[in-house]
């Protein structure tokens, strides 16, 4: 059992916030925290692997009891077996590849460890390379590699993908996700990448100024099961523009930007960066090979 | 070609220095850490008295020393008594005033080098199992060496170039606590002026030569980065 409740006025660029958390986490897992910048998703990230303390709570995880304020338990970080992949890398300059995994090492003398995590990250050829010489890609893998060395009760992951083109980080969604069945890990991620979100999840909870404002499955929280469609995606408005009497709403879906003509009236409740869903029923779509 | 007073000035200076460093890296790594880290309210303070030595005249430092080592005074006879130490118009002395003086020169690069580091780098280093000191000696201090190498030869150069601290504190005794920059006084007083310009030369020659070394090796050290 993974239990998590966290309590904290988190101090922002918006203002102080109430981080107020508490849900459980299924074990082996993925889970994705989702939500605008600022909403408190990091911090809790940080918060289970005890760089941060939480005000309150009660965080569990595989049953061991790893910050309790009430029987005022706080595990140290460094004896929580956390793999924490940070949005930038963090990874350490002035070792190569090797020995930032050897680093993560224990017990120096499971080097054969090393390798064997190397071999399945397919990183063995960059071995000896130092972190500034790798691609943003690369760098990535390193730093997943890195902290599956440390054999982590949990994979705490930071946007580790959001750096990254488009292409590059479709093929690592599918790398994390053949290493995450390998190794059966209860895995957090931080996401604010829809297409990522349905790709990659089990679960999502989806924050709001600190608070859990959704959860449950991508299709529950982004599907909208509410409206029966012939089509739908979700989207997020970028553009509003009038054009004559009408108004032209520019959505932006995954890595498309479809534009949708509206009334005046149904614009009034549209605003940029609003997410929103977009359907059709009274049309049959047509499919057309590219 | 050189007169053996000279090179036992010389030699002297450069022990001074080199002492001084060595123990102010000792000192200064522990202090700079704890200000590039700390959030203790009180941190002005302890900058503003690190920083002193930048802006007080040497000679009030070198005024305060001579009469709190004093063995007229009860710490310096106390010293005096139970470690035999007399610390005025010493060599010892010397290094005590030297470490003082340089200590902003030491401190101030080693603190903006633990500043400067990512806080990304210890804490990924904090999540796989590693203490403070681990962290310290495998990931910081190997992270920071242009900040290391700065503050080593910027300390080393000050000491080499002290005036004031040193000759209220030391004052001119050949072998003891005569360095090259009290001699180029003394030579001018005496209107030896070849032997004033032999030092003179020297110090400004190697001073020259140590920062052109720091600043050619940092460039490397940065380019190494990216």
């Known amino acids: ?290 | 070609m050189f007169e053996d007073s000279f090179i036992q000035t010389m030699m002297l200076t450069f022990k001074l220095a080199g002492i001084t460093t060595i123990i102010l890296l000792f000192i200064g790594i522990p202090l700079g850490y704890y200000l590039g880290f700390t959030q203790t309210k009180i941190k002005p303070v302890i900058e503003a008295i690190v920083s002193m030595p930048l802006v007080l005249p040497p000679s009030v430092l070198g005024f305060y020393m001579l009469v709190f080592f004093s063995p007229k005074n009860s710490f310096g006879l106390w010293l005096d008594e139970t470690f035999d130490l007399r610390l005025v118009f010493s060599f010892e002395g010397l290094v005590i005033a030297s470490i003082i003086f340089s200590l902003p020169f030491m401190v101030h690069p080693l603190q903006s080098g633990f500043s400067s580091i990512p806080k990304n780098l210890s804490q990924a280093a904090y999540t796989l199992g590693k203490s403070k000191i681990d962290v310290l000696f495998n990931v910081l201090l190997p992270n920071m060496r242009p900040a290391i190498l700065t503050g080593v030869v910027i300390s080393f150069a000050h000491t080499v170039g002290e005036f004031g601290v040193v000759l209220m504190m030391g004052g001119n005794i050949a072998g003891e606590t005569r360095v090259a920059s009290i001699a180029i006084y003394d030579e001018v007083e005496a209107l030896n002026y070849d032997l004033a310009n032999q030092y003179a030369l020297t110090l400004f020659v190697i001073s020259f030569l140590i920062l052109l070394s720091v600043y050619a090796i940092n460039k490397h050290f940065l380019r190494a980065k990216i």
């Not at chain 1, 300059?93 to 071999?119: F, R």
């Open chain 1, 1 to 290: 059992m993974n239990e998590l409740i966290v309590q904290k006025a988190l101090r922002g660029a918006m203002g102080t916030i109430n981080l107020d958390v508490n849900t459980t986490l299924k074990k082996g897992d993925l889970t994705v925290l989702f939500g605008k910048s600022g909403a408190g998703k990091s911090t809790i990230l940080k918060m289970i692997a005890g760089l941060m303390e939480p005000s309150n709570g009660k965080i569990v995880i595989n049953d061991e009891i790893w910050f309790d304020k009430n029987k005022k338990i706080n595990l140290p970080p460094q004896k929580r077996k956390v793999g924490f992949v940070f949005q930038d890398y963090a990874l350490f300059p002035n070792m190569s590849v090797k020995e930032n995994l050897e680093y993560a090492l224990d017990d120096k003398k499971k080097k054969t460890k090393v390798d064997e995590i190397l071999e399945i990250t397919e990183l063995s050829a960059l071995a000896k390379e130092k972190p500034q010489t790798l691609s943003g890609g690369q760098s990535q893998r390193v730093a997943l590699a890195r902290a599956l060395v440390r054999e982590p009760k949990i994979l705490l992951l930071d946007e580790p993908l959001s750096a990254l083109d488009f292409a590059m980080r479709s093929k690592l969604q599918d790398e994390l996700i053949k290493i995450q069945h390998y190794f059966k890990l209860t895995t957090i991620l931080v996401s604010h990448d829809i297409s990522e979100v349905y790709k990659l999840s089990n679960y999502v909870l989806e924050l709001e100024e600190g608070q859990i404002k959704k959860q449950g499955t991508a299709n529950e929280i982004f599907g909208g099961n509410t409206i029966s469609g012939k089509f739908k995606f979700s989207g997020e408005i970028v553009d509003i523009q009038a054009s004559d009497i009408v108004f032209v709403v520019s959505i932006l879906v995954g890595q498309d930007v479809i534009k949708i003509v509206s009334s005046k009236d149904e614009v009034e409740n549209f605003r940029i960066n609003q997410r929103v869903i977009v359907s059709s029923k009274a049309f049959n779509p047509l499919i057309i090979p590219q």
